[in-house]
């Protein structure tokens, strides 16, 4: 089991963090391709509770694309990308789509706009192509093809600027609005600096307290919002406390020697590239795409 | 009655504008008194519904503080606005506030944030002293002394970035939350340039469709949320199609003489003051300090 | 001549506001094409001294890109538009690049990011290829094929905001950056509401005093700056004073009857669209695009 | 001597990272007092080449004040703190001040603003009581009472947005402007979490070549400005690598043991507080109140 100080946000990584080889763990299951150039998916199925806890993630799927190029500056890899995810996204959604009934998508940015690495969620839902509105206004003579989904997006904020578990606003926007699905997009934080900036993260389990860069309290999930939830994320940060402990595991040759107490301190830092700005625009932009080619209208 | 172009948001504006005197209309009641140095006090009662639809506002108590300091940079005379607009909250406010369970206020920054003199609620909101959590968290240990309400704040965005109605959304988060009072805060139109950043309206009926700078369509009322609604608004614009009858009516002595039709495009487009970023964030601030003074933790 | 409250930076409007037809304006010399679907260039040449004394605009050639999609949603009509802004841009620019010395172009972002009808020349800039620091590291190595320009960019804020004229900011740092090229790209103010957001102005006459949304005091010319300029704009705002103006004598039918004084108030006020967040982003992304197809590395 | 990979911007840390104690350091003179409730200013003085060396700052004074309230929402502490500021700076200033031709101070906010840790110095310009303008349009009938000082300010950006160094641009606006003074405002690395946001420091050595958040990589001084500059700023950031050296060593018992060689991506990341958007704010907003105290007008 992982070190309660080896915070990670994915799935793939707490897999990793394992001793025992992943084909050992039972009720796990993993598959590994090459969607497209320099784009590797992951598929990790947690197939039971006890899998769950071993793991110390919910059961559910959680699939993940990496590649060094997300960190990038490269427009035809992310326009690549932002394909794939759409895929992912269709194949992953339990909706059917529905042309005379068009069905509401609701995406919730996550996140602090004012921390930057915290930007992921507001910046994604800044970019969608919000169509719910039109619909209701002009029906499907608002678009140019019907379109079988309708958009709709908040970003609420964090409890600090509202006062509010983020829970609570989801669940009371979803009872009024009645979506079909509920996409939540955060920034992530992963146990390793290598996988900052390089992995999309897309599970149906939600978001569970603690996760994140702003440690939500409650868990955001299908169980209290009453509708499907995929959730999307890329790790922007690692926590201070992880880095530090996973220097002091390399010097003393592996995890078994008794760790020294960090400082508490650490517990509130996080680590994040210093071009985070560039990164954190590319790819909520890149993420917007996926959501906007999966469940937009056709512009 | 106001032609309809003659669009204002304040009901002293609505009243005057009438060719009775005030005193004439019946069901109307008008108090004026200097509350402070520069700073007059109109409290304007719409009492039946004949007299607001004379008036072309709802039944209801319309408080005006007006002084043409509040668009100058004056921090002493910013500072005496905020504690008499706290006094008027507390004055208007039908809580009674409880040490034991202090009531939730919620406020709403209403408009949008990316069109600088639509930025009043916004901007009001990330200056409150935001306490519901900390409550939630720590009870009453987490104040120097005791407070009787607990602050909480949405800014819930616009209809073209959500999809949604703004009366959707805060109906949502209200049957979650389930505040005592809700402040709704807006930018609002005038009709005449001189009013604008020169007047607070505060008002116990809520927003009305096609109100503020972004015309919402529903209204968002204590009928439709459930619970007592009070509204904050500054007027920041004065609609295109106004300023332009306004000055022909100037030309042609009097309203009497039918006016030509205006082009369409003229109705989308306001006008505002080139310092309307100054403007906006002093008025926010002053607005957030007297919601501070009245419903905020004493820090 | 036009009437002092007819504002407009638009050399098209301003020789369209001459009650003579353009074709007996000696020495002004106008060229009208049809330059892709929908995009309409006109090019007005103000060849005299007297000429520019009629119209009120400086010597110098005014390129004009009109268009009714300008202000809307296609990307792929924003695409063709940035294609011919970059033919514009290089067929007007003196430079004749230099593989072995590139050429520094510096495109300055005139106005307030403040105001969102202000910010299409930060926005701009901000979306800028900046390349110039990379050629110091790494020379031609760092970009994919050679470069013969090398971009930079400066934001300088208003007058407000600095304490300085935006020239002598503008002098300083071509002191000592010595590009052979300069790029100022602003919010233009219109005369009409009809070319509001639908018309993209390039000249080699720099900005004069009193032009754009927040009215610089001192001009930016190849003149007070020693290199040539290209100056960038699209009228964001029209004056109130203009608006209104021009309503006036549509009623009193023609120019001839004296207008009543407009009061002073006015000429502090702008007009602008609802949606002017949705239209700067748009058109701020269509000039950089243009500029980096002109002058940016082939990323 | 540091180890190369326990970078700090804080004289004060330099000194106490030296083995022997900063009485044995010849050429350093170090004095503490209490200067306000909470709040302690050490005064570190370099006065030799020699002692430059072994410190690794330049030769200079640094003025350090230090409190764990700056950390903190206390509003009457951060009051205090701006005053003792405004004193530091009048005592450290080399000008006199004069009504007659006052002298203009140009302050500079260094930083990326959108980089939240980096945000320090243009969130401080953003806050300072602009002058030089309102003077050099009306005289000293401007300002309530006359003042000796006009305040001008400008937030270049960073190299990867303006593709110049900082320096040239200053330089630049420097040849022009021609100020008295130059105060340069910077967000700082500390090499301890104990000092993040807990410390301003002041000090007449400009900046140099890789301090702050962005790694500046030319000096920015008097000798290369060739007038006297003041440098101002807050440690916001810890580099990853030195927080991860720093953990070792307390494992390892003292900085004796070899240190195993970090991988090198650790060295572009940075670690800082999760309510960095909070802290930030409130420190910039204590500096331009102490800049305003010193150099603005009365208002």
Not at 55 to 60: D, L, Q, T
Request: a negative charge; aromatic letters at 4%; one cysteine or more.
């Amino acid at each position: 089991m992982l070190p309660s100080t080896l915070r990670t946000d994915l799935a793939l990584e707490a897999q990793e963090a394992l001793t025992c080889t992943p084909q050992e763990t039972e009720g796990v299951k993993i598959s590994e391709t090459t969607v497209a150039s320099h784009l590797t998916q992951t598929i990790v199925q947690i197939q039971t509770e006890n899998a769950a806890k071993t793991i110390g993630k919910p059961k559910g799927t959680y699939i993940t694309l990496e590649s060094p190029k997300f960190a990038e500056h490269d427009d035809s890899f992310h326009a690549t990308a932002s394909k794939v995810l759409a895929d992912c996204l269709t194949s992953f959604c339990p909706l059917k789509g529905n042309y005379q009934h068009p069905d509401t998508v609701l995406v919730v940015g996550l996140g602090n706009r004012n921390v930057t690495p915290d930007c992921l969620g507001p910046f994604c839902v800044d970019h969608l192509s919000i169509s719910r509105h039109l619909f209701a206004e002009y029906g499907q003579a608002a678009f140019p093809t019907p379109t079988p989904y309708l958009l709709s997006g908040i970003v609420p904020g964090v409890m600090g600027q509202t006062g509010m578990e983020t829970t609570e606003i989801i669940q009371g926007i979803v009872s009024t609005l009645r979506p079909a699905l509920c996409i939540l997009v955060d920034s992530l934080a992963a146990r390793s600096i290598k996988r900052l900036n390089r992995t999309i993260q897309i599970s149906d389990t939600g978001i569970q307290p603690g996760g994140g860069v702003g440690n939500h309290r409650k868990a955001i999930t299908r169980e209290n919002l009453g509708i499907p939830v995929l959730s999307l994320g890329v790790p922007m940060v690692v926590d201070a406390a992880t880095i530090v402990t996973d220097s002091l595991q390399l010097v003393q040759k592996g995890p078994s020697t008794p760790l020294p107490s960090l400082p508490p301190s650490l517990h509130t830092l996080f680590v994040t590239p210093k071009d985070v700005d560039d990164r954190v625009s590319r790819l909520a932009f890149t993420l917007s795409e996926g959501i906007n080619k999966a469940f937009g209208p056709s512009w």
